[in-house]
């Protein structure tokens, strides 16, 4: 499953560059600086950035709140924390960058790039994507056994699960080390091998497109199909809800992809509803309605 040790020693992880700050992002950058790691969290939009860190503060000061978290940890993780606009700067001494930016191939691997550049040999390069190859993300990069797939679910600072993703390239010391950064911020990690989806976007979208198509079909209401779900089966969401959490744009995308980057592709492709939903701009949560109103 895993590639060759690299031949150049990894340092302990103590800085960690998150390059995006849109939804995943900021939920990465919390749990890293809540986890005591010195973390940057880059965007070239110094907007996107400060709404980014507020969100931070207000989500760390809810688990004050709550009774969750206790005052000095939030103050120590909002220590940890800070922004950034230049990425170079960004990754600069980073022992382990994650990007965080739109599901696009070319995008991620020219984000990557320069931050391998930025950040030196020695020094792992994550990828948040969703479903798209890792091999193919880290092809042309100085060292893709440093490259490594971390799946992270929305919200972050919740959801307990990390989806840690290995190419054949992989090295070995970078999955060991990975799996202990997951622990170390309080996530439990699962392995699985580089394949378009990986497990938990190819399980959770045929779900997903299915329901959808079920309410194209007037089967039933977005309410009862969720509730068949969630009382029927014990989901925590409904489908229906939950694509609306993820964006419909984002499980469009992902649908496109495997529905032609896997011989089953058939079950993965998108059903008219979403297609119109996502062009009318009915994003979900993010844009106030999707199959819900929010």
Same mark, same amino acid.
């Given at each position: 499953?895993?590639?060759? =040790?690299? $031949?150049? %020693? !990894?340092?302990?992880?103590?800085?960690? /560059?998150? &390059?995006?700050?849109?939804?995943?992002?900021? #939920?990465?950058?919390?749990?890293?600086?809540?986890?005591?790691?010195?973390?940057?969290?880059?965007?070239?939009?110094?907007?996107?950035?400060?709404?980014?860190?507020?969100?931070?503060?207000?989500?760390?000061?809810?688990?004050?709140?709550?009774?969750?978290?206790?005052?000095?940890?939030?103050?120590?993780?909002?220590?940890?924390?800070?922004?950034?606009?230049?990425?170079?700067?960004?990754?600069?001494?980073?022992?382990?960058?994650?990007?965080?930016?739109?599901?696009?191939?070319?995008?991620?691997?020219?984000?990557?790039?320069?931050?391998?550049?930025?950040?030196?040999?020695?020094?792992?390069?994550? =990828?948040? $994507?969703? %479903? !798209?190859?890792?091999?193919?993300?880290? /092809?042309? &990069?100085?060292?893709?056994?440093?490259?490594? #797939?971390?799946?992270?679910?929305?919200?972050?600072?919740?959801?307990?699960?990390?989806?840690?993703?290995?190419?054949?390239?992989?090295?070995?010391?970078?999955?060991?080390?990975?799996?202990?950064?997951?622990?170390?911020?309080?996530?439990?990690?699962?392995?699985?091998?580089?394949?378009?989806?990986?497990?938990?976007?190819?399980?959770?979208?045929?779900?997903?497109?299915?329901?959808?198509?079920?309410?194209?079909?007037?089967?039933?209401?977005?309410?009862?199909?969720?509730?068949?779900?969630?009382?029927?089966?014990?989901?925590?969401?409904?489908?229906?809800?939950?694509?609306?959490?993820?964006?419909?744009?984002?499980?469009? %995308?992902?649908?496109?992809?495997?529905?032609? /980057?896997?011989?089953?592709?058939?079950?993965?492709?998108?059903?008219?509803?979403?297609?119109?939903?996502?062009?009318?701009?009915?994003?979900?949560?993010?844009?106030?309605?999707?199959?819900?109103?929010?």
């Amino acid at each position: 499953m895993t590639g060759p =040790t690299s $031949t150049a %020693s !990894l340092r302990p992880i103590s800085t960690v /560059a998150v &390059l995006g700050a849109g939804t995943m992002g900021h #939920g990465i950058a919390h749990v890293c600086a809540l986890a005591g790691y010195t973390t940057l969290l880059f965007d070239v939009d110094p907007g996107v950035v400060g709404a980014a860190l507020g969100k931070v503060d207000k989500n760390l000061q809810a688990g004050v709140d709550k009774g969750k978290l206790e005052a000095t940890a939030r103050a120590r993780a909002l220590e940890h924390l800070r922004g950034a606009t230049d990425l170079a700067q960004a990754c600069a001494g980073a022992q382990l960058v994650i990007e965080a930016v739109p599901e696009r191939l070319e995008l991620k691997h020219d984000v990557l790039g320069r931050a391998a550049a930025a950040a030196g040999p020695t020094a792992i390069l994550a =990828t948040n $994507t969703s %479903s !798209l190859c890792i091999a193919r993300i880290a /092809a042309g &990069l100085p060292h893709p056994d440093r490259v490594i #797939g971390t799946h992270f679910f929305n919200p972050v600072h919740i959801m307990k699960l990390l989806e840690v993703v290995v190419a054949e390239a992989t090295a070995p010391d970078v999955l060991a080390t990975v799996v202990d950064f997951g622990a170390r911020i309080a996530k439990e990690c699962i392995t699985i091998k580089d394949s378009p989806g990986f497990a938990t976007s190819r399980l959770g979208l045929v779900i997903g497109l299915e329901a959808i198509r079920m309410l194209e079909q007037g089967v039933g209401s977005a309410e009862d199909i969720d509730k068949a779900m969630t009382l029927g089966y014990g989901f925590p969401m409904g489908p229906l809800r939950l694509t609306d959490l993820v964006g419909l744009d984002v499980r469009l %995308s992902i649908a496109e992809y495997l529905s032609t /980057a896997l011989a089953e592709g058939a079950h993965f492709r998108p059903p008219k509803l979403l297609r119109d939903l996502v062009a009318q701009g009915k994003l979900g949560k993010k844009s106030g309605e999707g199959f819900y109103r929010w």
